[in-house]
């Protein structure tokens, strides 16, 4: 089971950062990514860390701006977003899945395993 915490409303130009701690599973052995669904959209990629390949890819739209992390002795995997803007608005998935290629790392379909979202709202 995953669960995803740390959202919230956050003027522009701000930070947040995003946990999404696992239990039942090792998340080492895991890739994990970070998605968002804003409404009226698809969801989308936003950072991932692939299980044996640790550096991490990144949307190009967060590049720069936005930090994908794993801590293994908590279990738990961070997203540090940074300067943040209105159109990261959406709600936050962390997902993980143990067996996928890493050329699928930005695929949503290809993760087995999900974090039930925390809603990130960027005002003006």
């Known amino acids: 089971q995953l669960q995803a915490s740390g959202g919230g409303l956050v003027q522009a130009g701000g930070s947040l950062r995003l946990s999404c701690a696992a239990s039942?599973?090792?998340?080492?052995?895991?890739?994990m990514a970070w998605f968002r669904q804003a409404p009226g959209k698809e969801r989308e990629f936003v950072a991932g860390?692939?299980?044996?390949?640790?550096?991490?890819s990144y949307a190009d739209g967060v590049k720069g701006r936005f930090a994908i992390s794993r801590d293994k002795a908590k279990n738990t995997v961070y997203l540090e977003m940074n300067s943040l803007k209105l159109e990261d608005t959406a709600v936050y998935y962390c997902?993980?899945?143990?067996?996928?290629?890493?050329?699928?790392?930005?695929?949503?379909?290809?993760?087995?395993?999900w974090g039930q979202g925390t809603q990130v709202t960027v005002s003006s």
């Open positions: 997902a993980a899945d143990p067996s996928l290629i890493l050329s699928s790392i930005t695929l949503a379909a290809q993760y087995h395993y």
């Open positions: 039942g599973r090792t998340l080492s052995s895991y890739t």
């Open positions: 860390v692939f299980r044996s390949y640790g550096r991490p």
